[in-house]
């Protein structure tokens, strides 16, 4: 049967046209009732279908008729943003092939790079295709040059298509079953399976993604997760269509699912190995499969209920807001393992967690789920990094700025290897962009000119890269740029902490570490952003930025003002002084005792 199956994903950069893709090969393949048919039918989250973009990875087995054979086709859709390629690392570990799309109107980007190299790294048939080929816009002469160049593939390998159109989807599905081998057939009839990914359901508990390997699994088989070492009995067992349906068996080549009672997908953890409990009774060694590299989130942020009673500092203190966070929180995690959780709690909004993210998109995608799946409004700190200082000779880690004391220490902060595929055009302005950034050039690696697109490698510390240097540089390019990164190391910088003070109480939450030969350019961004934002009150607000308690840079904003004598039509002038002298009062005793209130999306609209 192995001889019939193949096993492949779709890979890209950001909206290249992966899902529109899908959607073509699941109508040739008739998996999908044409009724039930939908554009990006398989992103399942109405969030992806509202952004256009692909957020999870998703399974689907499809069956085709070729020559006299019929096909068994496990296609794993991935997405193309740099948030989320660790979906696409672990699609790549349960496949043989992949196809490489590319936009012919924009040409190889910098995540098509990215995710091409993944793909030659884990020994994977790749399938050059050209999309888009309808479109008036679309240069085959540029694209084919850019591959050639680029990742050394002639034209005679390319395929052209148009997915909106289905022009040539026809032609590649065949080159899918005659191009990408079929799975290992294993002599070996011990069973021996790579968990590539897991969700939680309500009613089954833990739902295991998984590739079989070797031997066969079904319904009622005693099962044992080699790392984690949980193991439990077989409940079901099925194939995604793209929904789930239960089958028989799983055998050698097949990806499915199966379900064995677990409650936490801590018990399933995605890179684990899945074998039998007879080969245990029998005394066989079960290799493990080679895993996934741990998950390292890119941001951290600390996540709160927005609602006030939640505060430590309110009266009317519940419980019940933090209880739906948490069961949220948690629930969101069981079918994200990238995203991590630890309780955390602020003396400004009480109980809440920090949470680590891929990158501010990841942030955004999981703030909107909260509210929109489960009800739950939050208040997000500005997403930061985790630096490190060394204190008592002990090296220690700062999820957040607030963390750090002020004074005299040595602190690291991450770097990332950045990438940036651009017009050549724009070369000067992006260097100059870089050098702003604190950017260093990649020694290791010469400039690169691929026809009128040029190359570029720094290294450049993780913090000016989530915050908006992929806007910046779209600005700059015209939006003809792209880039991605990826963690490389740890390094001592000249940094310092900035605080932000409102009406002279200083509020952790805002505080950052920046580079001292530029803090007063942030202390000034910062400020000024605040000014913006924080609504107007009844009180007048005082935003300082401050290094310890020398204040740097300061806004006023004034307060709300209610004209009391408009309703005073004539008369003695005694009478509106009067009242204007009472309302001043009353400010005085509301600067006094009032307390500024912050919006719950006050930090989201920070980072924008």
């Known amino acids: 049967m192995n001889n019939f199956i193949r096993n492949f994903c779709i890979i890209s950069h950001v909206d290249h046209g992966k899902s529109t893709l899908a959607d073509r090969f699941l109508e040739l393949t008739e998996t999908v009732n044409s009724r039930k048919m939908s554009g990006q039918y398989l992103d399942m989250m109405d969030l992806e279908k509202e952004r256009g973009i692909t957020i999870k990875m998703q399974p689907v087995r499809m069956k085709y008729h070729y020559g006299n054979s019929k096909y068994i086709l496990n296609l794993i859709d991935t997405p193309g943003h740099i948030d989320f390629s660790y979906e696409v690392s672990r699609a790549l570990k349960a496949v043989e092939g992949a196809i490489l799309l590319i936009d012919g109107t924009k040409g190889v980007q910098a995540q098509t790079l990215h995710n091409y190299h993944l793909a030659k790294s884990e020994g994977l048939t790749i399938i050059p295709v050209i999309n888009k080929i309808d479109v008036a816009s679309c240069d085959l002469d540029r694209t084919y040059q850019q591959l050639k160049n680029m990742l050394a593939i002639d034209e005679s390998e390319v395929y052209l298509i148009s997915a909106k159109t289905g022009e040539g989807t026809q032609e590649l599905l065949e080159a899918v079953i005659k191009i990408i081998p079929s799975p290992k057939i294993s002599q070996n009839k011990n069973l021996r399976g790579l968990v590539f990914d897991s969700q939680y359901n309500r009613h089954k508990g833990v739902i295991i993604h998984c590739k079989i390997l070797d031997g066969t699994t079904k319904k009622g088989d005693k099962l044992t997760l080699i790392k984690s070492k949980s193991n439990d009995k077989v409940i079901e067992v099925g194939i995604f ?39 245990k009774e029998r005394g066989v060694l079960v290799q493990p499969v080679e895993g996934f590299k741990e998950v390292q989130p890119m941001v951290y942020s600390n996540i709160f209920i ?19 966070l948490k069961e949220a929180l948690y629930r969101l995690a069981m079918n994200d393992s990238s995203l991590s959780i630890v309780p955390y709690q602020s003396p400004l909004f009480g109980l809440g967690f920090r949470c680590g993210f891929n990158g501010v998109l990841h942030l955004e995608i999981i703030k909107e789920r909260l509210l929109r799946e489960f009800g739950v409004e939050i208040i997000l700190t500005p997403p930061s990094v985790v630096y490190k200082t060394i204190l008592s000779g002990n090296e220690v880690n700062l999820y957040h700025p607030s963390e750090l004391s002020q004074g005299k220490f040595p602190i690291l902060e991450p770097w990332a290897k950045l990438e940036i595929l651009m017009p050549m055009q724009y070369y000067g302005s992006l260097i100059k962009l870089l050098q702003q950034k604190r950017g260093i050039p990649d020694a290791n690696f010469p400039l690169l000119n691929i026809g009128d697109l040029v190359l570029v490698k720094y290294d450049l510390p993780l913090i000016e890269i989530i915050s908006d240097l992929n806007d910046k540089i779209k600005n700059i390019t015209s939006g003809y740029g792209s880039l991605s990164y990826e963690f490389c190391d740890y390094r001592e ?111 989201i609209k920070l980072i924008k």
């Open 241 to 279: 269509t793209p929904e789930m349906k239960e089958t028989e068996k799983l055998s050698s080549g097949e990806i499915g699912y199966i379900v064995i009672g677990l409650k936490s997908v801590g018990e399933a953890r995605v890179g684990d190995t899945i074998t039998s409990d007879l080969e």
């Open 306 to 324: 927005s609602s006030l009673d939640s505060s430590p500092l309110s009266k009317n203190k519940k419980t019940f807001d933090f209880d739906n």
């Open 493 to 603: 910088s000249d940094l310092i902490k900035l605080d932000v003070a409102i009406n002279e109480e200083v509020i952790p939450l805002f505080s950052q570490i920046v580079s001292n030969s530029d803090k007063d350019y942030h202390a000034k961004n910062l400020i000024n952003k605040l000014a913006e934002i924080i609504p107007k009150q009844l009180i007048e607000i005082k935003i300082q930025a401050r290094i310890g308690a020398k204040s740097i840079y300061s806004r006023k904003i004034s307060p709300l003002k209610k004209d009391v004598i408009a309703k005073l039509y004539g008369g003695d002038v005694s009478r509106k002084r009067k009242l204007q002298d009472k309302q001043k009062k009353g400010k005085e005793r509301m600067k006094q005792f009032g307390k500024v209130n912050l919006p719950s999306d006050i930090f």
